[in-house]
């Protein structure tokens, strides 16, 4: 099953150096969940490629512009661009009067519709549950309510080992029940045990997103053991007291939680606009934590 | 006297192919007014190497959001980028409100003032006039309220023949009796008549805006005889349909009214997301007015 994000934006605040404010793309088995929408966000789509249209849901961490100016901008393109099918936004509960007070004022009624689901920032709870992967909230430690997510896919069925099946002739009606797990009686009786007909699936992965955020270990729980952390890296920590004062988590402090939780892979992101120049926040990660790895717009990363 | 316009998005409602939103610099005298201020204007800026920091007035000329959507975010960052000066905002009413409830959800105060200057959707009229220009409204016909704007330069002081001046020994200080068009009497009575020593300063020249808007009489006369006209652009004129159901202009049409209004020049722009090339739009006009010309991004046209 396909599991991985694109990165669309990696900027913190304001857009610098090529780099765009925060939004990413997870496809989980072909369905799109849009995280963060900084302004540029369509522009970014459309730069690498995507399909803005198969966006089914939209998760918006928290109300600080270059998490959501881009997304309005997005909902208009859609309607213009003849969208029907419905969105399901999960956000704080004000976006919704942004949104509606802009839709308002341009007398724009969207011909599909939104379907909000409010974040409640004070607990961690799953908001969506489907057959390929649970939501969870992620309580973060920012100047305003901040909620990261995490996404657990679903574990798959089991997989036939059609060699083996073919050989003992067992017709293709039978192959669903052994994906769930059964053992088959065929109809003359003989009794074939799904152990020697299927493999187990992969373990299910798990991809954590945390921004913005104070390092804070009443969310460690949370994100313990995710395959792929996406944490917050805004400053170098030679800027420990900027990023206290601000709220926000530098490269060491990232690199440390990544290691606390056991993380198998850190990917780093939300870099202040003072870094022309990268290399340096990679480098003081990889001190602490070895798979560390930047969040490069336009890349895509395997969760 | 500096005044020219660069364009930083020339798409209409949505971004496609590179092109970005509308969005325009004008630069009267080294003071910059950015006209209207699409998605992404804030990234556009960066990317022609122009300095936010220098725009001391915003037009919005109405509120679809493919020409308001990056004002927030290019606000947001002047804010998070140290920005103490004032800032004028001429806008519809609305705008306020749309801007408030952003701030206050994200929870910023920002460290410099917003000017604003609400515009009468009904009624052409000056709203700034200072030693360089004046702006005038131009009363367009959109789907809804939407203004234009007329930039006229001030006249400049007469020039002075310095070889002249110096050849009759006429002191520095009365220089600028002479610039303001009066005869100077000299301490030994010698009357020198303003005529013999000055030129006078080139005609003020006259910029006008106009987008989004049906083609309609109406406005003519606040455009006529203007230097350049810039005009949207939607369609071809083949989807002429389309322009009158969605009160937008066909190339055509703004050649028609170009030549009309006796414009010198037409910068045609706001390009529907279906044209990938632009040459059969310019084609288009130019078989009604030679004078035109296509409004692309990162370039400045000189007034």
Do not use: W
Not at 7 to 27: D, E, F, K, M
Not at 37 to 65: M, N, P, R, W, Y
Not at 188 to 214: H, R
Not at 247 to 271: D, M, P, R, Y
């Amino acid at each position: 099953m396909t599991f991985e994000v694109t990165i669309l934006g990696s900027s913190s605040a304001t857009p610098v150096y090529n780099r765009n404010p925060t939004a990413q793309l997870l496809n989980c088995n072909e369905k799109f969940y849009l995280i963060d929408c900084g302004e540029g966000t369509q522009q970014q789509l459309i730069k690498f490629g995507l399909k803005a249209s198969k966006i089914d849901f939209v998760l918006i961490s928290h109300l600080h512009g270059d998490h959501y100016f881009g997304l309005i901008g997005l909902l208009s393109s859609m309607h213009l661009n003849g969208r029907i099918k419905p969105i399901h936004i999960f956000a704080p509960e004000a976006l919704k009067e942004i949104l509606d007070i802009q839709f308002k004022h341009s007398d724009t009624k969207l011909r599909y519709e939104l379907i909000y689901h409010f974040i409640n920032p004070k607990k961690s709870e799953i908001i969506l549950e489907n057959s390929d992967v649970v939501i969870q909230t992620i309580i973060l430690n920012h100047r305003i309510p901040c909620t990261g997510f995490k996404f657990t896919e679903k574990k798959r069925l089991r997989k036939v080992v059609v060699e083996r099946l073919e050989a003992a002739g067992v017709p293709l009606e039978y192959y669903a029940m052994l994906k769930r797990g059964l053992d088959l009686t065929l109809p003359n009786g003989e009794v074939l045990l799904n152990v020697d007909y299927t493999t187990d699936s992969a373990t299910p992965k798990t991809y954590a997103y945390c921004s913005d955020t104070l390092m804070d270990e009443r969310y460690f729980n949370s994100i313990r053991n995710c395959d792929t952390l996406y944490h917050e890296a805004t400053f170098l920590h030679e800027m420990i007291d900027r990023a206290n004062e601000t709220h926000h988590t530098t490269a060491l402090q990232a690199a440390e939680i990544a290691s606390l939780v056991q993380a198998k892979k850190l990917l780093l992101g939300h870099f202040s606009s003072r870094y022309k120049t990268l290399g340096p926040i990679l480098d003081e990660a990889k001190t602490l934590f070895e798979a560390s790895e930047l969040a490069v717009e336009g890349h895509t990363y395997q969760i």
